[in-house]
């Protein structure tokens, strides 16, 4: 009879641990579910500021290959995402900047640092676009993280500024040869810029 009772107690005891057990795992799965409610969250918020991001943003490998891309950068090349994947980012580097973007791509995998250059990229449409790419090596060092800005308007009001500044500078120079600096006493008197005006009595 007492092993009877004994295996009894034994008995109640393994169901007791069960219960404890199974409330565990029941508390486990509820904690697992809520981290992966939060993790699908944080993932759609980040995919959400990833492909709408007013930069676009691009993964490359070593050998300038397109491993993801945003939104924006498909739009700033003109054609959909799924076009991107795969392709050599040089090919759509304009030529004359191709040479320049091959030894940034070789600096950017051989050190830790982000690297900056500026190149011109071919779009659809057959124009070109200027970007200022910004690169930065992943900790494996296998892919590197792009970021393009898109300078097009930055360089455009530059060359307007700077063609503003020539033709200013020969205005000021044609009215240094017609009106010499006063202050100036080895530039000869020329015709109407004298001390006195032109027909007025001497």
């Known amino acids: 009879m007492s092993r009877i009772f004994g ?8 169901v007791h ?17 809520q981290t992966r ?11 959400d500021l990833y492909d709408f991001a007013p930069v676009g943003y691009l993964t490359l490998d070593q050998d300038g290959i397109i491993g993801d891309a945003n939104f924006t950068a498909a739009s700033q090349f003109g054609v959909g ?14 030529p004359g900047s191709r040479a320049e973007f ?23 449409s057959a124009q070109s676009i200027f970007v200022q790419v910004e690169a930065l090596p992943s900790a494996s060092g296998l892919y590197c993280r792009v970021a393009l800005f898109d300078i097009s308007q930055r360089l455009l009001m530059k060359e307007q500024i ?18 010499p600096d006063p202050g100036n006493e080895s530039a000869p008197p020329v015709g109407g810029c004298q001390g006195t005006l032109p027909g007025d009595p001497s």
């Open 7 to 14: 295996n009894g107690n034994e008995t109640q005891q393994h």
């Open 17 to 33: 641990e069960l219960e404890v057990h199974q409330i565990e795992l029941v508390t486990q799965n509820a904690v697992l579910q």
């Open 37 to 47: 409610d939060e993790l699908e969250i944080a993932l759609d918020k980040y995919t």
């Open 81 to 94: 995402r799924a076009r991107l994947l795969g392709q050599r980012f040089e090919s759509i580097v304009a």
């Open 102 to 124: 091959s030894t940034f791509l070789s600096t950017v995998f051989s050190g830790q640092s982000k690297q900056i250059c500026e190149v011109a990229l071919l779009i659809c």
């Open 162 to 179: 700077e063609k503003q500044h020539f033709v200013l500078a020969v205005a000021n120079a044609e009215l240094q040869a017609v009106c």
